[in-house]
């Protein structure tokens, strides 16, 4: 198995010299980075100075969102090439802020995979169900619609590249997050699906991630629920010393 994965997705928040002083922070705090990835998701217009803040560290950069096509007349989006250029190796799709809020489709989410994977780009695919779906007991439906459609087309070649992020919708920025029992079934039923979608070997490799109010006070034991490969952090990772908290329960 890969090494697990946290990711701080900084969402709207932080200027460049903002951005810049955090990704320091957390560069000061985290000697050596060993048997975990970190990844840092500032804002775009950040994206250059946290990537100068981070060189040589073993920090990752990523972004929170790409455009599908290489250019073009697409006022206000970003290109895979782009984002790549910057120093980015990651780039979160299919946010749930991104569903809900910009109206992002199923199959644009799909397309946006298949162009960051051409790009060469590791796409951290997120799904999760919303309250309304949890309580009529359709979590698993929903899920499962969201990794058929965005894994669809995607070729052997990228499979390995991919990352998924567990994260139900009424967890993530609420302060309420999802129990260990609640992660361990969710995380189960994404593996079973992605090895019936992958294969059984390619299925097994993808690393699952929790998001979703992930705290210090909570990483540790939400880590530790079943088929958890590392956490997509939000509101936590813009306090240096909360995200190096998480951090440092799954660092070697
Ligand atoms: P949160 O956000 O940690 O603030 O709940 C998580 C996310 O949206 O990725």
Known sequence: M??????????????QTEAFALARHIRRGLKAIKG??????PPFTALAPVSQAIKGSGLRLGGQNVHWQTEGAFTGEISPKMLQELGCRFVIVGHSERRRLF??????????M??????????????????????KGTMPRVITRQLR?????????????????????WAIGTGHNATPDQVSH???????????LL?????????????????????????RALEVNGLLVGGASLR???????VHYFLA
């Open 114 to 135: 298949l162009a960051s994977l051409r790009a060469g780009l590791r796409p951290i695919l997120c799904v999760g169900e919303t309250l309304e779906e949890r309580r």
């Open 103 to 112: 109206k992002e489709s199923d199959q644009l989410i799909a397309n946006k």
């Open 240 to 246: 240096a010393r909360d995200f190096l908290n998480i």
């Open 36 to 41: 975990v990835e970190v990844v840092l998701a």
């Open 149 to 169: 459609a965005a894994l669809k087309g995607v070729r052997k070649s990228g499979i390995e590249k991919i990352e998924i992020a567990y994260e139900p919708v």
């Open 2 to 15: 890969k090494p697990p994965l946290i990711v701080g997705n900084w969402k709207m928040h932080g200027t």
């Open 199 to 223: 294969g059984e070997k390619r299925g097994k490799r993808c690393r699952i991630l929790y998001g979703g109010s992930v705290r210090p006070d909570n990483a540790a034991e939400l880590g």
């Open 186 to 196: 969710a995380h189960c039923w994404i593996r079973k699906v992605l090895k019936e």
